[in-house]
């Protein structure tokens, strides 16, 4: 997955399909987080359902900081993170060895609820014109993609979409340009 998502499910129609709630103060504030294109690196807030409380959802930002770090400073630090994916996925192969992940890998789960995402393809012609593919769930509005969070010492909540690599061969593989294969027919 690279970056790039949708939601377009209001926040009723995501309580009653993952059966959670919402704090009081976000119902009476008719929190909407809805986004028909959301660019991972704008670290925009999403409705997440984390481990702890399988009942309740509530607003994460997209890019997970260090847990023992203040997230005040954020925006510099996403800013030296750019080259490093800025904290918006967790490859699950390193799971529990990054020292970036491994302290959310087993306390800090969480549930991202998501319409679908864009995965760009690089076509040979025009030349490295890039193709958006949309991805959505074909029996279902929404797409529950697994993820982790942290909570930073001064209680700024992000979060990271675990992915892993797309096996060699499939369709995907060959989308996300993985196994060598490029052109405009594919």
Known sequence: MCFHTRIVSTAKQLELHFGVTRSDKLKEE????IYHHA???????????PQQRKDHMTPMMWG????????????????????????????????????????????????VPLS??????TCEK?????????????????ISLAGIYSITPDKYVTFSILTKEAPEGSKYAI????????????
């Open 30 to 33: 008719n929190a909407e987080l």
């Open 39 to 49: 660019n991972g690196y704008s670290h925009q807030q999403f409705w997440v359902i």
């Open 64 to 111: 997970l900081l260090p847990f023992n770090k203040p997230g005040a400073d954020h925006e510099a630090y996403y800013k030296k993170a750019i080259p490093w994916g800025a904290g918006l996925n967790a490859q699950a192969e390193k799971l529990f060895d990054h020292w970036m992940y491994k302290h959310s890998a087993l306390t800090k789960r969480c549930i």
């Open 116 to 121: 679908g995402f864009y995965e760009p393809h």
């Open 126 to 142: 025009p030349k490295n014109f890039k193709v958006p593919y949309y991805f959505e769930q074909r029996d279902s509005p929404i």
């Open 175 to 186: 989308i996300h340009n993985v196994c060598g294969k490029c052109s405009s027919t594919n």
